[in-house]
């Protein structure tokens, strides 16, 4: 017979952080056992998730001081201060990102130890460290280990650490939540370079990372301390009567092509997006722009990059996610079989629009598609060593286009080239078969 208890009335959690309330439900398995409480979970309320969600949004705006757009109105006023050329501050920028690179599959690893939440508390702190070390900077090896620092710490650690916090603790339409997530972040970075040229024009170099280290330590740490706890790899975490997560392991994971399918659309757009825009005024500037309306199409990028990123992370639920690597890989080589023909005007306005849904459409959906294909349990671990190698693309881009420039005089040679590689992964997302969390083997 079924002991029913006195349950208080239903509520919703309305905090952030909060641990969910449970009623005790004593169900004897037999006649001749003690009746065993089994822990329900009661529905966490909106302000729950929209808080998770724009809380996580913010931290991601954040990392700026760490990613291209960020570091790239400084590099005119480095060249001047630390009296270095372009080719050894682009060198540095390029050792200092896959010197950071580097230690992201150890972050990933630590989020699954320890928690997203007190992982992101750890590195809000050392980046807003390094961000003022930085400050001190006074020749090229210094800038060069500056650059390893913040962009470990900033474009990958602080980044995955956001995404991997929503991933996990958001289960209610969670591919639209970190669409939403990706959307507020990509906000804040596009608006970036905007500030910190104001900063740097005002002040200086030293001033302007200073100011954001204040900043990233004002914002980030109580942020941090509101979001949920998460700690899913140590013991005693979860409620004695409550399932695990269910989940892959990194190294089964790394045998599926799906997981390099993934890894190579992120690998794909952080190299091509992150060459066009490093050389964007040089591209358009050969194919009749101005500097200022190269400069323009930009804006066009990042509304549709914004708009991209909500519309398929809203679709993340309810879609198989490799639709949304479609999609983001076609107008990637769409973008790039298309840029002989732009120029000023309308063409223009459609190359800018293009590139900006391929990158956003991405960011809409591959860390949905990581925890639809391999569960949550890992999850940090798994796109740590995703996150790791689209990081050491990012500069890798740059040179591949500057050396194609180089040997032709043109980067229309080295962008149809470079269209195969979108094309190949558009393919292998269609025809690889996508592996199911819940059968997931373990190591």
């Known amino acids: 017979m079924i002991v029913r208890p006195d349950a208080p009335a239903s509520h919703q959690e309305t905090l952030i952080g909060s641990p969910p309330s449970t009623t005790e439900i004593p169900l004897p398995l037999n006649p001749s056992t003690e009746p065993v409480p089994v822990t329900r979970r009661r529905p966490r309320g909106r302000l729950w998730w929209w808080g998770v969600v724009v809380g996580a949004g913010i931290v991601s705006g954040l990392t700026a001081p760490g990613q291209t757009a960020g570091l790239s109105p400084l590099v005119d006023p480095l060249i001047t201060t630390l009296d270095i050329t372009r080719t050894e501050i682009s060198t540095a920028y390029l050792i200092g990102t896959l010197a950071g690179a580097v230690a992201l599959p150890f972050i990933g690893r630590a989020l699954d130890r320890w928690g997203a939440r007190s992982v992101m508390m750890i590195v809000g702190v050392v980046f807003a460290l390094l961000l003022a070390a930085a400050s001190f900077v006074?020749?090229?090896?210094?800038?060069?280990?500056?650059?390893?620092?913040?962009?470990m710490a900033g474009q990958g650690a602080l980044s995955l650490t956001a995404v991997t916090?929503?991933?996990?603790?958001?289960?209610?339409?969670?591919?639209?939540?970190?669409?939403?997530t990706s959307a507020i972040g990509s906000a804040g970075i596009s608006l970036a370079p905007l500030g910190v040229e104001r900063l740097v024009a005002a002040s200086d170099v030293a001033t302007t990372w200073r100011i954001e280290s204040l900043a990233v330590l004002a914002i980030v740490l109580p942020i941090s301390l509101l979001l949920p706890r998460d700690a899913p790899g140590r013991k005693g975490s979860e409620r004695p009567t409550e399932a695990p997560a269910e989940g892959w392991?990194?190294?089964?994971?790394?045998?599926?092509?799906?997981?390099?399918?993934?890894?190579?659309?992120?690998?794909?757009?952080?190299?091509?997006?992150?060459?066009?825009?490093?050389?964007q005024i040089s591209i358009l500037g050969q194919q009749g722009f101005s500097t200022v309306e190269a400069a323009a199409n930009f804006a066009y990028q990042t509304i549709t990059a914004l708009l991209a990123?909500?519309?398929?992370?809203?679709?993340?639920?309810?879609?198989?996610?490799?639709?949304?690597?479609?999609?983001?890989?076609?107008?990637?080589?769409?973008?790039?079989?298309?840029?002989?023909?732009?120029?000023?005007?309308?063409?223009?306005?459609?190359?800018?629009?293009?590139?900006?849904?391929a990158g956003g459409g991405l960011r809409g959906i591959e860390a949905a598609a990581f925890v639809r294909y391999y569960g949550r349990r890992r999850i940090g671990t798994i796109r740590g060593v995703a996150t790791s190698i689209g990081l050491a693309s990012t500069a890798l881009g740059p040179?591949?286009?500057?050396?194609?420039?180089?040997?032709?005089?043109?980067y229309i040679e080295t962008a149809l080239v470079s269209a195969l590689l979108p094309l190949g992964i558009l393919i292998a997302a269609i025809v690889v078969r996508a592996p199911v969390a819940s059968s997931a083997p373990v190591d």
Do not use: K
């Open 138 to 151: 006074t020749d090229i090896f210094g800038l060069t280990g500056a650059y390893a620092g913040l962009r």
């Open 165 to 180: 916090i929503v991933a996990r603790t958001v289960t209610h339409r969670s591919g639209l939540a970190l669409g939403i």
């Open 249 to 279: 392991d990194l190294r089964p994971a790394l045998r599926t092509g799906m997981f390099w399918v993934l890894t190579g659309a992120i690998f794909c757009t952080g190299m091509l997006t992150t060459a066009l825009a490093f050389h």
């Open 309 to 357: 990123t909500l519309a398929v992370g809203s679709l993340a639920d309810r879609i198989d996610p490799r639709w949304g690597v479609v999609f983001s890989m076609a107008m990637m080589a769409g973008t790039l079989l298309f840029l002989p023909f732009v120029e000023s005007g309308v063409l223009g306005i459609l190359y800018g629009l293009m590139l900006g849904a």
């Open 399 to 410: 040179l591949v286009f500057a050396l194609g420039f180089g040997a032709t005089g043109s």
